[in-house]
């Protein structure tokens, strides 16, 4: 499951969605791809754990709208079913999120030190960048120095470490499995009130599973704010640990995504395979 595939994935991704309703057979999408069926077969089952034809199911919308209209097991319901008052305990088994303070907030990072690394993942190269408090953000990138800049476009008046922390070690062992941690991963975010509100909801969206745009504003109450939402959701500063990969229009269409539309049909197809046994 190396991450130099995930080029060759996305390639064959992009041309099973394209070509879909034909359904190519393995030795069209190699010679689409460029490499022998061979080693396409190899590395895919590799990857995602299931055949390129298997996967183009789970990245269909018929999937997707199985998905959206299956039962709902929030760790929200799950908090009321097993007696826990609130989701915390829940989260704290995975992730927890502190947003930062006004000052902080207000004036880009001032006074605080950001620690920045790029690493290799299942889903391509991310920049993890954090506080002494914890992750603030990570991203899908391309290109190293202008991922950078753009980071410290979003903190511009903090100082800036190109080093190695142990939160960036602990967040990269989370990317590359879906089983909780035995202590919390820490984020400290730049975010409004809202903002956080609607990314602690996505972090209820277990893995394997889809929502709408339209239900997380119902679950944060806050029905007639879909747009707002999408927008928030469209801000996420932390790809893939919080799950706005797992958002897609009610219609089962997967839509947009920061880090590009493969690559949301990609982790999401990921997860599917992961979690479905059928």
Not at 76 to 81: G, L, V
Not at 196 to 204: D, G, I, P, Y
Not at 224 to 252: D, E, M, Y
């Amino acid at each position: 499951m190396e991450q130099t595939h995930y080029h060759s994935i996305a390639k064959a991704i992009t041309y099973l969605q394209k070509n879909a309703t034909t359904q190519p057979s393995l030795d069209e999408l190699a010679k689409a791809v460029n490499i022998s069926p061979f080693h396409l077969q190899k590395i895919f089952t590799e990857w995602a754990g299931v055949s390129p034809k298997k996967f183009l199911q789970y990245i269909s919308i018929q999937h997707a709208k199985q998905l959206l209209l299956a039962p709902k097991q929030t760790l929200f319901t799950t908090a009321h079913q097993i007696g826990l008052s609130s989701t915390s305990r829940l989260h704290d088994l995975f992730v927890n999120i502190e947003g930062m303070t006004p000052g902080e907030y207000k004036n880009n990072g001032q006074n605080l030190t950001i620690y920045y690394k790029h690493y290799p993942t299942l889903f391509g190269t991310i920049l993890i960048a954090n506080t002494v408090k914890g992750i603030c953000s990570i991203s899908f990138i391309d290109e190293p120095k202008d991922a950078i800049k753009k980071l410290k476009t979003t903190f511009s008046n903090a100082s800036y470490l190109d080093k190695e922390h142990p939160l960036q070690i602990k967040a990269l062992q989370v990317f590359n499995t879906l089983e909780k941690q035995n202590s919390p991963l820490l984020l400290h975010l730049k975010g409004t009130p809202f903002q956080l509100k609607v990314w602690e909801a996505l972090l209820t969206i277990p893995v394997g599973k889809l929502e709408t745009y339209g239900n997380i504003a119902h679950q944060i109450n806050s029905p007639k704010a879909s747009r707002a939402v999408g927008t928030a959701i469209g801000n996420n500063p932390i790809a893939f640990l919080i799950p706005c990969h797992r958002v897609i229009r009610a219609s089962g269409i997967i839509g947009n995504y920061m880090w590009g539309t493969i690559r949301k049909s990609a982790i999401i197809g990921w997860e599917s395979s992961k979690t479905h046994l059928d």
